[in-house]
C-alpha cells in the first residue's frame, strides 16, 4: 500500500524528463499541498491587511534563504529577484524589499509556519513512515520511540537582547522531541537558552505506551510522575548522587552482552523523590559498560521487564538526536539569523524545519539514488533556480567529471584559432 502511495506521489508530483517549466525552487514548494497552506493562513488569520508580502511570499523567501544559506535579507531579495520569469513561475509578483521582508518576519506571527510544519507531517505520514534500513528492535516492536534533547545557537545579547544566556553571551535554545523511526522532529520549542532543557519539555506529553529516551538533564522526579501519569516508558541517565536503594537484583545470564554489568531494582529514597511522591515505586537500574569510551554508564527506566541490552540499546539511539542537529545546523540557515526579534528567530527556524522535512521527503521517497543528507542538500542548492526537473536533479546528475560540448556551428579548428 505504502508503496503504491508512493509512485502516486512521483506520479503527480515530479515530470519526468530534464527540462522543467518551472525552477526547482518552485518544484520544491509545490510538494506543500495548496490546501493544507490555506488551512494554515486561514487558522491565524496571516493574510490579514496584507496586500503585497502574504504569507507564502515570507515562505518562499525564507525556504530561498534556507535552502540557499543566505547569510541576509540582501541575498535573499537578490537571488529571488534574478529575473521577472523567475519571480512569476514561482508565483510571486514582485521580488520582497528587505524592509518588507523585515517586517513581516517580526510581525507575522511564527505559528504560522509551526503549523505548516505539523500538517506537512500529518499529510505525509503514510508515505513517511520510517527512515530506509531502520532496525526494529525486537522486544519493543510497534512501539513509538521519542528522543529528547536541546541545541542552542549562539547570538549577540546586544542585538539579541531577550535570548539571555550568559552574562555577556546570548543564545536560542530549540527544545525538540524527534521521533527516532522518521527522524523528524515532532515537538519543537524555542526559547532563550537561559531555559533549562528540563523545563523547556514541561508541556512535551505522548500517548500511551511511548518510550521516551533522554539525557541526565531530564533526570527530574516529578518529570518521571508525569511519565508514570501519562502510561509512558523512560530511559534515562541517572545522576551520580542519587540517594536510592536496592530491592532486588536481576541475575545475568548468557543472554545477556558483556556489557551489561549490573541489573537490578531499585526504589529513590532522597528527599525530593519523596517530595515528588516516587519513592514508593519500583525503578529499574542498569549499569553498561561502553567498550569505544572504556566507561560505564548507568541507566534508569521504570520498564521492569525488557532486557538490560534492550534498555542499553533503547539509550544509545538517543544519539541520532545528534545526528539530527548537526545535520541541520551544517546545511540549513539556523545559526545566522536574519531578524532580532523572536518572532522573526521563531519563524526562520520552524522555515528551516520545513525545509528539512522537504529535503527527506525528496531523498528518502522520491530518489532512487541513495545520497548522503550533507551531499544532496549541496546538490538541491547549486540546482535551486535551474529550470531542470526535480526527478533528474536527484536521480540523474551524478558526481563525475564531464567534457564540454564542442559547438557545431563553429569548426574545433576555427575554435582554437581564435583563442591563440
Known amino acids: 500500500m505504502v508503496k503504491v ?9 515530479i515530470k519526468a524528463g530534464k527540462k522543467s517549466d518551472i525552477p526547482l525552487l518552485g518544484q520544491i514548494i509545490k510538494l506543500i499541498p495548496l490546501r493544507v497552506m490555506i488551512k494554515c493562513v486561514n487558522i491565524y488569520q496571516s493574510d490579514k491587511h496584507c496586500s503585497i508580502y502574504k504569507t507564502y511570499d515570507q515562505l518562499v523567501a525564507l525556504l ?29 509578483r514582485q521580488s520582497p524589499a528587505k524592509s518588507t521582508m523585515s517586517d513581516g518576519n517580526s510581525k507575522r506571527d511564527y505559528r504560522v509556519f509551526e503549523l505548516l510544519y505539523q500538517e ?8 513517511y513512515t520510517q527512515t530506509p534500513g531502520y532496525k526494529i528492535i525486537d522486544e519493543i516492536k510497534g512501539k513509538h520511540i521519542k528522543i529528547i534533547d536541546a541545541t542552542t545557537m549562539s547570538v549577540c545579547l546586544k542585538l539579541f537582547s531577550w535570548a539571555k544566556f550568559r552574562t555577556a553571551k546570548g543564545g536560542i535554545k530549540a527544545h525538540v522531541s524527534l521521533d527516532e523511526a522518521t527522524m523528524l522532529p515532532e515537538m519543537i520549542n524555542i526559547t532563550e537558552a537561559g531555559v533549562s532543557d528540563r523545563r523547556g519539555v514541561d508541556n512535551f506529553r505522548y500517548e500511551a505506551g511511548t ?23 523512560f530511559v534515562t541517565r541517572i545522576k551520580d548522587n542519587t540517594v536510592y536503594e536496592s530491592v532486588t537484583e536481576k541475575e545475568l545470564t548468557d543472554k545477556n552482552s558483556d556489557a551489561i554489568l549490573k541489573d537490578e531494582i531499585i526504589r529513590l529514597t532522597g528527599a525530593a ?21 572504556k566507561r560505564t554508564i548507568v541507566l534508569i527506566t521504570n520498564h521492569l521487564d525488557w532486557s538490560a541490552d534492550t534498555i542499553a540499546e533503547l539509550y544509545k539511539r538517543r544519539w541520532n538526536i545528534e545526528i539530527f542537529f548537526k545535520l541541520i545546523k551544517q546545511n540549513l540557515q539556523i545559526k545566522t539569523f536574519v531578524g532580532t526579534n523572536p518572532n522573526a528567530c521563531k519563524s526562520q527556524l520552524f522555515v528551516g524545519l520545513i525545509a528539512y522535512f522537504l529535503l527527506e521527503l525528496i531523498r528518502k521517497v522520491i530518489s532512487k539514488v541513495k545520497h548522503r543528507f550533507g551531499h544532496f542538500a549541496t546538490l538541491i542548492r547549486i540546482c535551486l533556480m535551474h529550470y531542470t526537473g526535480l526527478d533528474y536533479v536527484v536521480n540523474e546528475i551524478k558526481d563525475v567529471v564531464k567534457k564540454a560540448r564542442e559547438s557545431k556551428a563553429i569548426p574545433a579548428s576555427i575554435q582554437k584559432a581564435m583563442f591563440t
Open 273 to 293: 523523590a519523596i517530595g515528588a511522591g516516587i519513592n514508593e515505586t519500583d525503578l529499574r537500574r542498569i549499569a553498561v559498560y561502553i567498550e569505544k569510551d
Open 120 to 127: 506537512l507531517i500529518k499529510h505525509y505520514r503514510n508515505v
Open 64 to 92: 530561498f534563504g534556507q535552502l540557499n544559506k543566505c547569510l541576509s535579507l540582501r541575498e535573499m531579495t537578490m537571488g529571488l529577484g534574478l529575473s521577472p520569469e523567475i519571480l512569476k513561475d514561482l508565483e510571486l
Open 5 to 13: 502511495q508512493k509512485k502516486a506521489i512521483r506520479k503527480a508530483i
Open 211 to 233: 518510550i521516551v529516551v533522554d539525557d541526565r538533564g531530564y533526570f527530574d522526579f516529578k518529570l518521571f510522575m508525569q511519565r508514570i501519569a501519562d502510561e509512558n516508558h
